[in-house]
């Protein structure tokens, strides 16, 4: 069982950075990966970055590739995510997920954090 609460999200001017933060919560977490993940509006939810809660192996949808940054923080006990350059179309609702290491399914789900980038 795991829980996760997103936050950081809101309004940039494109150009702008931004950190969204997952709090993850629960009980031998090191058998979790945790993702970030996507949806604009009238799309499908799209895959961002993950990690390992152990903080190794961070991967990357190709077009977030040099942009986005997925990291650990131990001592907030998040997994962070770093988004530079924004631009219009990254504007969606970002959520993050969490999946054990046994299973290929994303089964715990935050609620989402709104980011808007304007030109």
């Known amino acids: 069982q795991v829980q996760l609460v997103e936050s950081g999200g809101g309004l940039v001017q494109a150009g702008d950075s931004l950190r969204l933060s997952c709090a993850v919560s629960?009980?031998?977490?090191?058998?979790?990966?945790i993702g970030w993940f996507r949806q604009a509006p009238g799309k499908e939810r799209e895959f961002v970055a993950a990690?390992?809660?152990?903080?190794?192996?961070?991967s990357y949808a190709d077009s977030m590739k040099g942009r986005f940054t997925i990291s650990r923080d131990n001592a907030k006990n998040t997994v962070d995510l770093q988004m530079n350059s924004l631009k219009p179309e990254d504007t969606a609702v970002y959520y993050c997920?969490?999946?054990?290491?046994?299973?290929?399914?994303?089964?715990?789900w935050g609620q989402g954090t709104q980011v808007a980038a304007s030109s």
């Open positions: 629960g009980r031998t977490l090191s058998s979790y990966a």
């Open positions: 997920a969490a999946r054990l290491r046994s299973s290929t399914t994303w089964s715990y």
């Open positions: 990690i390992w809660w152990s903080g190794v192996g961070p």
